[in-house]
């Protein structure tokens, strides 16, 4: 029969797969608003959010309770760690994900943008990412991580590039500067779920190995 520590651990671990879902969905929402796609009613959109934000408040409550109750050997102490760490994280792809469906709503020509500097891809690159985050916490799979961070720092490329290109198209088509701009805010809302993402890679790192890491040296740690 398993201890109240164990069910409370696995309460935990059952909470941040719920919450990373609910970014997952989310995420995938802004997407289909940027590419106008059809997606689920405003009101539920809305309601993700709110769900987003009480279970990262409950997971803090059940962090704060086992550390009141319990004395957690190192492994399950990491995991707890690492659970605090990762909700924040995921907290905030929620929020971003808010603001690439309200920026949308401002991108007039937008269709002729996107198609012209291939942000349709970038946009598809951040989706698969959030998918494998979720797939690194569920998994514990160090694979799984060394793909986050390659495919971060082609999403960071890409969106470096996407912006060049946006603020030259401004400068030369007067009529592309309001769409153009709130397409930056997009493509920079984009990059940092990735950064979260890539943070989130980083804590399970910590949670199952012991170290910290940062992705930039990612390779020369795993020898």
């Known amino acids: 029969m398993a201890s109240h520590f164990e069910i409370e651990l696995e309460k935990l671990k059952n909470v941040i797969i719920k919450i990373g879902t609910l970014a997952e969905h989310q995420l995938s929402e802004a997407v289909k608003a940027l590419l106008s796609e059809p997606m689920v009613e405003k009101k539920e959109v809305k309601k993700t959010e709110e769900k987003i934000d009480k279970l990262d408040v409950k997971i803090d409550e059940i962090c704060q309770s086992i550390f009141a109750l319990q004395q957690p050997v190192a492994s399950d102490l990491r995991f707890i760690m690492a659970s605090m760490q990762i909700s924040n994280e995921i907290e905030r792809i929620g929020d971003l994900s808010m603001s690439v469906i309200k920026n949308s709503k401002n991108i007039k020509e937008k269709h002729d ?19 494998k985050m979720n797939e690194c916490f569920i ?10 961070f390659v495919l971060n720092n082609s999403i960071k490329t890409s969106s470096d590039d996407i912006i060049h290109n946006l603020m ?3 400068k030369v088509n007067s009529k ?9 805010l997009v493509i920079k809302h984009l990059e940092r779920v990735s950064e979260h993402c890539t943070n989130i890679a980083e804590h399970v790192h ?3 190995k012991a170290k910290i890491i940062k992705h930039e040296k990612f390779e020369d740690k795993q020898q």
Do not use: C, D, P
């Open 139 to 148: 998994n514990r799979s160090e694979t799984t991580i060394g793909e986050i």
């Open 176 to 184: 592309a500067v309001v769409s153009g701009m709130n397409l930056v």
């Open 113 to 131: 943008l996107i198609a012209k500097f291939n942000i349709a891809e970038l946009a598809k690159q951040v989706e698969i990412i959030t998918v």
């Open 168 to 170: 030259n198209e401004m």
């Open 206 to 208: 910590f949670m199952i």
